[in-house]
């Protein structure tokens, strides 16, 4: 059973351009969130998607976007990139079922290197 | 709103004792996670706590008080392979969302021979 997985491991984009992430769920989930790790931080929420809609947004600008597909899988897009943006982009996926509580199944990431 | 604390870095000898401590205020209490995250992977599950007292799962135990305010992550008979990143995470109670977890920094956990 395939855990959660992300596309691509890294990538190197210069400021101004933009960038599609993309990430699978662990087989039997149904959402999935998206989240920022700077280095040496803790991963900050950006976004939750269930049932193809975004159902919550953390405290990031509008440049921020995503979709979710029929098949659950779910893609971030961050355009004008900023020197900022510069970090590791988590994948996390769960049952919605679980609630807020539940384990969350987390992927080892797309590093985004703006330049 | 959510607050989490816990120290930047911890050195550890192998085979010894470390707590890792958090200390949270939150708007309501939803239960407290504890993750392991070793250098460029994911991070993954080690504990919840939504009760106090000590709860121990091998050589890793999780601790908490709610009318403190705080948590520990125990790790025991500690091994090279514990070098990692531990991050303290709450779910937040108001505007919750499924999968969505408020991190502390993470303290970095270097086990020394």
């Known amino acids: 059973d395939a855990g959660v997985t992300q596309s691509p491991t890294h990538l190197i984009k210069t400021r101004g351009q933009q960038v599609t992430l993309r990430c699978s769920p662990k087989?039997?989930?149904?959402?999935v969130s998206w989240y920022q790790q700077a280095l040496g931080q803790g991963p900050q929420f950006i976004f939750q998607?269930?049932?193809?809609?975004?159902?919550q947004r953390g405290n990031f600008p509008d440049r921020f976007s995503g979709h979710q597909f029929p098949n659950y899988s779910s893609e971030l897009n961050v355009n004008a990139l900023l020197l900022g943006d510069s970090a590791l982009y988590l994948c996390?996926?769960?049952?919605?079922?679980?609630?807020?509580?539940?384990?969350?199944?987390f992927g080892e990431g797309s590093r985004l290197t703006v330049l | 709103g959510q607050n989490i604390d816990q120290p930047t870095e911890m050195t550890a000898t192998e085979g010894a004792i470390v707590q890792i401590n958090c200390t949270y205020q939150?708007?309501?209490?939803?239960?407290l996670f504890w993750y392991q995250q070793h250098a460029g992977e994911a991070p993954t599950f080690l504990s919840y706590?939504?009760?106090?007292g000590l709860e121990e799962k091998g050589r890793f135990s999780s601790f908490l008080s709610r009318s403190k305010g705080y948590s520990y992550l125990l790790l025991k008979e500690l091994q090279m392979k514990d070098s990692a990143s531990y991050l303290c995470?709450?779910?937040?109670?108001?505007?919750?969302?499924?999968?969505?977890?408020?991190f502390g920094t993470g303290t970095l956990l270097a086990v020394q021979p």
């Open positions: 996390a996926s769960s049952p919605r079922a679980s609630g807020n509580t539940g384990e969350l199944f």
């Open positions: 087989s039997g989930h149904d959402t």
């Open positions: 998607y269930y049932e193809e809609e975004e159902r």
């Open positions: 939150t708007s309501g209490f939803n239960g």
């Open positions: 706590n939504v009760l106090d």
């Open positions: 995470a709450v779910p937040p109670v108001l505007g919750g969302a499924t999968n969505k977890l408020i």
